[in-house]
């Protein structure tokens, strides 16, 4: 089965930088997109980036200009890169794969999967 293991959240005061880690395992042939959600308490899950199997991106408005999404597709891995942090990046920060193509014997399946989520939080 198709796992994802984040890491790289912790606690960084405003300005910094985090970088954020996540790979996916399992019998993976494939991943279409791979991307970072987030949610803050309260609030609805947002798209933070994504970036396609061919290297495409695609950022939330709020943090364009400050995170870079990249993707190993060798390692099934996906990152990114928080810089210039705010105190309003503070939230559990989710890692999707979307259109991840498995096989179990004969049987090819394809699917989305999501993280477990990480905790990042920032500090005035």
């Known amino acids: 089965q198709v796992q994802l293991v984040e890491s790289g959240g912790g606690l960084v005061q405003a300005g910094g930088s985090l970088r954020l880690s996540c790979a996916a395992s399992?019998?993976?042939?494939?991943?279409?997109?791979m991307g970072w959600y987030r949610q803050a308490p309260g609030e609805q899950r947002e798209l933070v980036a994504v970036?396609?199997?061919?290297?495409?991106?695609n950022y939330g408005d709020s943090v364009k200009g400050r995170f870079t999404i990249s993707r190993d597709n060798a390692r099934n891995s996906v990152y990114l890169q928080m810089n210039s942090l705010k105190s309003e990046d503070t939230a559990v920060y989710y890692c999707?794969?979307?259109?991840?193509?498995?096989?179990?014997?004969?049987?090819?399946?394809?699917?989305?999967?999501w993280g477990q989520g990480t905790q990042v939080t920032v500090s005035s």
């Open positions: 399992g019998s993976i042939f494939s991943i279409n997109d």
């Open positions: 970036i396609t199997s061919g290297g495409s991106t």
């Open positions: 999707k794969g979307s259109g991840i193509l498995t096989a179990q014997g004969l049987r090819f399946m394809t699917g989305d999967y």
